[in-house]
């Protein structure tokens, strides 16, 4: 079945960057779109950004100039990555898949805590 | 950007009820609005997909409707396990944008 997971450091200091995986089974990452939302107190839910299943990206221009998102097809993960870290990056971070039609944010992961602070 | 405005933020119900959940976009979605449940520590459960397409394995009682700018998720008769926060996501274009949530609570 389709299953979605999220790791990353839980705790990062301000200035830092932020690294999270995705690590999915039950479907192929060459076929779907993953996407990244987060969850903060002062924001709510965003959408942060996609990768294609053809490997290209979008972000949403609020982070551009600090989001990657890559991926690793042989090892079902898709990357997070987000520097200059500020408090207000607080919040869960969570992956899901994504396609055409019916499949869009069909199956999320249960997202990970990420606290920055010093 | 899109925004969604979604109400009620809190929702106070009793089992056997039947409620409704409003996302008002800002501009037009094209009927791209999909529906979503949250319960804490879990991953966002979806339910209703492009307006009213019920989520394979979602029980009949949840429902959605809408057009343009204006759509509603129904929950016909509450269950228990219905208790929860559902929140609504615009996927008509960039950036995707989400409701603010409405936290469904038991009366």
């Known amino acids: 079945q389709v299953q979605l997971k999220e790791t990353g450091p839980g705790l990062v200091q301000p200035t830092q960057t932020l690294s999270i995986t995705c690590t999915v089974s039950?479907?192929?990452?060459?076929?779907?779109?993953m996407q990244w939302v987060r969850q903060t107190p002062g924001k709510g839910l965003e959408w942060m950004g996609f990768?294609?299943?053809?490997?290209?990206?979008e972000y949403n221009s609020e982070f551009k100039s600090r989001l990657s998102i890559s991926r690793d097809t042989s090892k079902n993960q898709v990357f997070l990555k987000m520097n200059s870290l500020k408090t207000e990056d607080t919040g869960v971070y969570y992956c899901?898949?994504?396609?055409?039609?019916?499949?869009?944010?069909?199956?999320w992961g249960q997202g990970v805590m990420v606290t920055v602070s010093s | 950007d899109i925004q969604m405005t979604q109400s009620p933020s809190f929702l106070s119900a009793s089992v056997g009820d039947r409620v409704t959940i409003n996302c008002k976009a800002s501009?037009?979605?094209?009927?791209?609005l999909n529906w979503y449940q949250q319960k804490l520590g879990e991953a966002p459960k979806r339910l209703i997909y492009?307006?009213?397409n019920l989520q394979t394995g979602i029980p009949s009682r949840f429902s959605g409707s809408g057009s343009g700018t204006d759509y509603t998720l129904t929950i016909s008769s509450l269950q228990p396990e219905d208790f929860a926060t559902y929140f609504c996501?615009?996927?008509?274009?960039?950036?995707?944008?989400f409701g603010a949530g409405t936290k469904l609570e038991l009366k």
């Open positions: 899901a898949r994504s396609g055409y039609g019916s499949y869009t944010f069909d199956y």
């Open positions: 039950g479907f192929s990452l060459t076929s779907y779109y």
């Open positions: 990768i294609r299943s053809g490997g290209s990206t």
């Open positions: 501009q037009n979605i094209n009927k791209y």
């Open positions: 492009n307006t009213n």
């Open positions: 996501l615009q996927h008509n274009s960039f950036p995707y944008t």
